[in-house]
């Protein structure tokens, strides 16, 4: 690899940071996430995470097929509501 480029642009990880971890042992998306925060910022691993899966998939012992989970908000709430709770 000659060149570092951002895997995942919400936290601001780099490729060289999980080659790093890679390097360290782990060897699944769900260890390289929890020790780089890659996949855990706004987007919730819906841009990174099939690229941090596929980066992952060589270096497991054994076949692996934990997906990243994205978790949508239940329900939004708009700054007036939010306001509203806020007073009492």
């Known amino acids: ?7 995942c ?15 360290e042992g782990a060897t699944n998306a769900r260890e390289l996430k929890l020790k780089s925060r890659a996949g855990m910022g706004f987007c919730t691993s819906r841009t990174c995470g ?7 998939g060589d270096h497991s012992a054994e076949p ?10 239940i329900r ?4 007036s509501e939010l306001m509203e709770g806020g007073a009492e």
């Open 76 to 79: 939004t709430l708009s700054f």
């Open 50 to 56: 099939p690229f941090i899966e596929k980066l992952t």
């Open 64 to 73: 692996t097929f934990i997906n990243l989970k994205s978790q949508p908000p």
């Open 9 to 23: 642009r919400c936290e601001n990880i780099y490729m060289s940071e999980l080659q790093s971890i890679i390097d």
């Open 1 to 7: 690899m000659t060149e570092d480029f951002i895997v």
